[in-house]
């Protein structure tokens, strides 16, 4: 962490940002108070302190000298915030989420076993308001954004995000898969919405390794091989085959993987991984939960759900700042060593949000000493009922046994 312990929480934060890559003359061209590095500061900032809007925002900033110091802006006015999020350069945003997540690949090896580490691809929407954002209309009852991402997943559940594209919410998954699937190595981990032949097809072409989920609909075409199941295995098929049907077939063999879960639900796989068992194939695919947890955990904790604009431009700015937050919690969690989780740091940052980093040091490292037996269980002499202080409401003993 940090040397100066003595600095306040937020100083703190904004120095895992690289400074010297965000002066940009033309960005801030006739811009005399809300410089870029500035806003990103301040838009950070309402993501990890979880404020609610743009006059929060406001007013914290007219209100803290500490914020004030650390940002070098003594005030702001909300709207003044709303029109610089919406011109901020979102390729900018984005290079910053890509370096701090650089800095948290640093701090967790990398594992280098059989299947090592596996990424995960997936999309999430944001709904808005109807009469406020009618450029992402998608039906009568829906108007939304999507963010596709990928994320690394690696053997002791740890997930950090590494791409992310907004759209609007009527992109298909398999529209950006060829812009979250690479030929790394790893293997990548897709549910139903990325099935598409062609891509099957160019991904077998350049021996990417993939694991995707397919539906009943996705018949075989033609079967290569049949390879035995093994006795008292969930896996009940385990095939080489080209899907399709007559109007369109994979040209490529891929294998294909049927299980059912402890649910009764029955699962097929297709997949390019002709090296692993049947078994590892479906528990890779069991990893894909990860990036549920990682959406529901942005969602709930960091400024998602309720955005700040309605405008394209400051919709993606927000989100890529919120994975910058989430990249900096990340980055606090594993250069201090703390046991305590990404929520409970999240949470910690937020209540020493204005007191100095030594405060934070300390919380996440909280001391267990204890100088007594503690509370001792006392043996049950039977079940009374507790003695009311008013008159007010009944207790009916409980019958004995």
């Given at each position: 962490m940090g040397n100066i312990h003595n600095a306040t929480s937020i100083r703190q934060v904004f120095s895992f940002l690289s400074e010297e890559n965000f002066q940009?003359?033309?960005?801030?061209?006739?811009?005399?108070?809300?410089?870029?590095?500035?806003?990103?500061?301040l838009i950070l900032a309402s993501q990890i302190a979880n404020w609610e809007s743009y006059e929060?925002?406001?007013?914290?900033l007219r209100t803290s000298p500490a914020l004030q110091e650390s940002i070098e802006l003594s005030s702001i006015s909300a709207s003044q915030v709303s029109r610089r999020l919406k011109v901020l350069p979102t390729d900018v945003l984005e290079s910053l989420f890509l370096q701090t997540v650089g800095k948290v690949k640093k701090n967790l090896p990398i594992s280098c076993d059989k299947i090592g580490p596996v990424r995960i691809v997936d999309s999430t929407s944001l709904r808005l308001p109807a009469s406020l954002a009618n450029w992402a209309y998608l039906s009568r009852k829906s108007t939304q954004?999507?963010?596709?991402?990928?994320?690394?997943?690696?053997?002791?559940?740890?997930?950090?995000?590494?791409?992310?594209?907004?759209?609007?919410?009527?992109?298909?998954?398999?529209?950006?898969?060829?812009?979250?699937?690479?030929n790394d190595g790893t293997i990548y981990v897709m549910d139903r919405g990325y099935?598409?032949?062609?891509?099957?097809?160019?991904?077998?072409?350049?021996?990417?390794?993939f694991v995707n989920r397919i539906n009943e609909k996705h018949g075989v075409w033609h079967v290569e091989k049949e390879l035995p199941i093994p006795s008292n295995s969930f896996i009940t098929r385990d095939a080489w085959v080209r899907l399709g049907s007559n109007f369109r077939q994979t040209e490529n063999i891929v294998r294909l993987v049927e299980f059912f879960d402890d649910q009764g639900r029955k699962y097929r796989i297709a997949t390019s991984c002709f090296d692993l068992e049947a078994v590892e194939i479906a528990n890779i695919y069991r990893q894909r939960w990860l990036i549920e947890l990682f959406f529901k955990w942005m969602k709930q904790h960091l400024r998602l759900v309720k955005l700040y604009s309605h405008d394209p431009n400051g919709i993606w700015n927000q989100i890529f700042l919120a994975l910058v937050a989430y990249a900096v919690a990340m980055l606090i969690q594993l250069e201090s060593g703390t046991?305590?989780?990404?929520?409970?740091?999240?949470?910690?940052?937020?209540?020493?949000?204005?007191?100095?980093?030594?405060?934070?040091?300390?919380?996440?490292?909280?001391?267990?000493?204890?100088?007594?037996?503690?509370?001792?269980?006392?043996p049950e002499k039977g079940v009374q009922a507790p003695k009311l202080l008013t008159s007010i409401g009944i207790i009916k003993p409980r019958k004995a046994k």
């Open positions: 940009l003359p033309f960005s801030d061209y006739r811009v005399h108070k809300l410089m870029t590095i500035k806003c990103i500061k929060q925002i406001s007013r914290e954004v999507k963010i596709h991402m990928r994320v690394l997943a690696l053997p002791k559940g740890e997930i950090i995000p590494e791409k992310a594209i907004p759209s609007t919410g009527n992109v298909s998954d398999y529209e950006t898969g060829e812009l979250l699937v690479e099935v598409k032949y062609r891509q099957f097809d160019a991904w077998l072409a350049n021996n990417v390794r046991k305590l989780t990404m929520w409970q740091v999240l949470q910690t940052l937020r209540s020493c949000w204005y007191k100095p980093w030594s405060v934070v040091e300390s919380e996440l490292h909280p001391k267990r000493s204890r100088t007594s037996k503690g509370r001792q269980k006392v």
